[in-house]
């Protein structure tokens, strides 16, 4: 059974992947080396990371 966070990134569908974020999730961006903190911060990065690039993927495994 695969996660719901990569299968969301896979199926680009921001409202799947936001409801896999909890109300106190912290995005650690390798990019920009700046945290992003709680969750409506951090949906509106994931919209604006599905909506600009083409090609997204999960390198990491979850666990269960």
Do not use: C, N, W
């Not at 969301?8 to 990019?31: E, F, K, M, Q």
């Amino acid at each position: 059974m695969s996660h719901a966070f990569p299968a969301a990134i896979a199926a680009r569908d921001a409202g799947a992947l936001i409801d896999t974020l909890t109300p106190d999730v912290t995005l650690h961006s390798a990019v920009t080396k700046v945290s992003f903190q709680g969750r409506d911060v951090v949906a509106d990065t994931y919209r604006s990371v599905i909506e600009s690039f083409d090609e997204l993927r999960v390198s990491a495994r979850f666990g269960t």
